[in-house]
């Protein structure tokens, strides 16, 4: 049976499960970056199986008023499709509206789209408003 807390993982475990994603292959964020980085957040969500190994994980980074980023989906690659993102998404959903957050944003793969539209996320036209800056 597997366990949800909001409470931050160890450095470790994020960066073992982080690396699962190929996010970081080239090294660029160090273990220490990134748990500086979750612990950032507004709201986490971790998923931990019968042994206490962190198997999935999800944040919020918000202003607390109205803008908030759905980031870091990650599930281990042991542990897909076995329905532990859907929860995650809906429970950080449930989140969002017990605190009153009316726009919840992210970004997707291409080709994972189709996933958050089952929660009612709505693409972005291709002329729509959005940039990025990578340095």
């Not at 042994?51 to 918000?62: P, T, V």
Request: negative net charge; hydrophobic residues 35%; proline residues 3%.
């Amino acid at each position: 049976m597997n366990s949800f807390s909001n409470d931050q993982p160890s450095s470790k475990a994020f960066y073992n499960l982080y690396q699962t994603t190929g996010w970081n292959d080239e090294g660029t964020y160090s273990e220490e970056q990134l748990f500086r980085a979750i612990g950032n957040s507004w709201h986490i969500l971790c998923v931990y199986n019968d042994n206490q190994q962190l198997i999935g994980f999800a944040r919020l980074i918000s202003d607390g008023v109205y803008q908030t980023f759905l980031c870091d989906l990650i599930i281990h690659p042991s542990c897909q499709h076995m329905g532990i993102g859907s929860e995650i998404v809906r429970r950080l959903i449930d989140y969002c509206r017990s605190q009153g957050m009316h726009w919840i944003q992210l970004s997707s793969a291409i080709g994972k789209q189709s996933f958050y539209e089952r929660f009612g996320f709505k693409r972005r036209p291709d002329e729509g408003p959005g940039m990025q800056l990578f340095l």
